[in-house]
């Protein structure tokens, strides 16, 4: 593009939006599906009918000894291999894990972050695990904007472009999810780790049928690419990769990454260190100077994730367990705090009163997280004040029961002492419970394939601001603000649910729909992940570019034409959106604490099944 051409601007500014739309973080312009032509013409017969439950739902499934639910059957299936095989869920869920990486390299790999919850039936205890990756320590604000200037004098960016740039080596961050499958495995993993690896390797090198959901978000990653990097050197990578052919793999078609299967193999024999500090660390870093990047091999050597203490609040007897920030997991334990100021069974769960709620609680909450969640290593964040009952109904008070605010602000909770994504749920024989996300963030990643190992490195750095003071601002070595939230729930003391749901800013507001289906409206495991929902997107973000204050509402088809009108009525802006991409993926696996069997469900908007023994 010509410096200075307003034509070649507006061009950069449509494939920038285009690049955001095709990673799935942003719904498609009008709401519209993007479904092929043969799906649109099969979807005019309606369903069949089901005997028992809701006629839009599965049966949960049920088993005694072990379940895995993941966003791939092939993944799903290993997992419980693995349990069979006699080991931990532990040892299941990082197996399940790699293999996603592979076989849903649009969510997830190795190249991303990873954050776990772990129900140790042993100690009896909920453990957390931060796996996530600090920005280079070589970098410093003033460079990162300087860079990002020289972008945008070079025509590589739109002139009015805001924040950090989504592909390229900018927003890259380093890659934690090696690190944590081994801090976890050490702990609670029984069987080898090339034992948990070997499946994956050999799926890399053997191929593997590509399932329909990620054959088509593969599609929309390979038009953004093409778009978004045409004429840069990280395309042949890329290409070389995934695309082989000049094309995205179909659905059914048998796909191969041998390099990752090296990797693997690689990591199999020589551990983390082998990652972060070893052959595999030294590939990397040739790579970052090959290609101008700012990370560096002492940024791998010196990353370590931690354990940290999971927070929880009480709804209706039942304590939801999320993760502390850099995370967002507190917007959904604020989102049910304020509704625990109303009860919503009063009304029907389709009711636009419901939903307004719903909503409005989301809308304060993220003005919360867009003004304190951050990397709490840098920063004073009211924690405790965010959760307590008292900022809760003060927050509460500020809903108006017949009209949607027009904007809200972050609120002033006492200060107290003291982020395209995969989700994955393992169950084992002795209760042991794994709650476990893990995500590149944006589509496939920054655009930066490592040479010949096989996956793509995260850009996570992107949710960093720019603005000083801002507690997320950007820093060298600092952890950006999260969107991947594992969930946990319990009562009583005795794990109830793992569950989670992936996509961007949808997931605390997915967890709070699933157990207001659940907890308020009596629905089962599948039911409630089935039922429709809603997306609301706008407000203050936690990278400083703000977006409309009231935003808009994105409902699925399976809310009625009253309630979207119900809620047009109080005010709010609502679009139907029948493509299912913007409102996340879901698994979960339940245990009936009286026999101790598993309910598990997984998620009609991806290709994941429940598998069980």
């Known amino acids: 593009m010509d410096k200075g051409s307003s034509c070649g601007q507006l061009a950069a500014v449509l494939v920038l939006t285009a690049w955001l739309q095709a990673c799935g973080n942003t719904p498609p312009a ?83 972050d990873i954050f776990v919850l772990i129900w140790d039936p042993h100690s009896r205890q909920l453990y957390g695990y931060n796996g996530s990756g600090r920005s280079p320590l070589g970098r410093s604000l003033e460079q990162l904007k300087s860079e990002i200037a020289t972008m945008k004098a070079q025509g590589s960016l739109p002139a009015d472009f805001r924040g950090i740039p989504p592909l390229g080596q900018l927003p890259v961050t380093v890659p934690g999810t090696v690190d944590g499958w081994f801090a976890i495995h050490e702990r609670f993993g029984k069987l080898p780790m090339s034992q948990l690896l ?111 203490q999971p927070a929880k609040v009480n709804y209706r007897g039942y304590e939801l367990y999320e993760l502390p920030p850099n995370g967002q997991g507190f917007a959904a334990l604020q989102m049910l705090n304020i509704l625990q100021q109303v009860n919503l069974a009063q009304w ?70 003291e982020g395209d994504t995969t989700y994955l749920t393992v169950a084992d024989d002795d209760g042991m419970m794994v709650s476990l996300i893990q995500s590149n963030y944006r589509g496939m990643g920054s655009g930066l394939v490592p040479d010949g190992m096989g996956f793509m490195l995260q850009d996570r750095g992107e949710l960093f601001s720019l603005q000083p003071g801002h507690p997320n601002v950007y820093a060298p070595g600092k952890r950006p603000f999260h969107t991947i939230i594992p969930a946990f729930l319990m009562k009583d003391g005795e794990p109830v649910m793992s569950f989670g749901l992936m996509g961007g800013s949808m997931q605390p507001q997915g967890h709070v729909q699933i157990l207001v289906n659940i907890i308020d409206y ?55 959106d029948a493509s299912g991409v913007p409102f996340g993926g879901y698994q979960a696996i339940a245990v009936d604490p009286a026999s101790g069997v598993y309910s598990g469900a997984t998620e009609m908007r991806k290709d994941g099944t429940v598998t069980a023994y």
């Open 348 to 417: 029907p769960r389709d009711s636009a009163q419901v939903f307004h709620y719903m909503i409005e609680s989301k809308r304060l909450a993220f003005e919360d997280l867009a003004r304190y969640y951050a990397d709490p290593d840098y920063a004073d964040l009211p924690l405790q004040g965010l959760l307590s009952e008292q900022y809760a109904r003060e927050r509460f008070a500020l809903i108006d029961p017949d009209r949607a605010a027009a904007d809200y602000h972050p609120g002033e909770p006492q200060l107290e002492g």
């Open 522 to 576: 009596g629905m089962d495991i599948q039911q409630a992940g089935d039922a429709a929902r809603f997306m609301h997107e706008g407000g203050r973000q936690p990278t400083g570019v703000d977006e409309d204050g009231l935003g808009t509402v994105y409902v699925e088809p399976g809310v009625s034409a009253a309630t979207v009108e119900g809620l047009r009525t109080r005010g709010h802006r609502v679009e139907v």
């Open 30 to 112: 009008g709401g519209t599906s993007t479904a092929p032509a043969a799906e649109k013409s099969s979807a005019e017969l309606g369903g069949g009918g089901r005997p028992v439950g809701s006629p839009y739902s599965r049966s949960a499934v049920y088993g005694s000894h072990g379940m895995a639910a993941t966003a791939q059957p092939l993944a799903s299936q290993l997992a419980l291999d693995i349990l069979k095989a006699g080991g931990t869920a532990v040892d299941a869920a990082i197996a399940a894990n790699a293999a996603l990486g592979l076989m849903e390299p649009t969510g997830c790999g190795i190249g991303g």
């Open 198 to 308: 070997a499946p994956t390797v050999r799926y890399a090198r053997e191929g593997f049928p590509v399932s329909p959901v990620i054959a088509y978000y593969l599609q929309r990653n390979k038009l953004a690419f093409d778009q978004r990097l045409a004429g840069s050197d990280l395309l042949a990578n890329i290409d070389a990769t995934w695309f082989p052919a000049g094309r995205a793999p179909a659905a059914g078609e048998v796909f191969r990454n041998p390099d990752l299967g090296a990797t693997l193999e690689t990591i199999a024999r020589g551990g983390r260190e082998a990652f972060y500090e070893g052959e595999l660390a030294r590939r990397m870093d040739d790579y970052f100077q090959r290609v101008g990047a700012d990370m560096a091999y002492r940024d791998l050597a010196a990353h370590r994730g931690e354990w940290v």
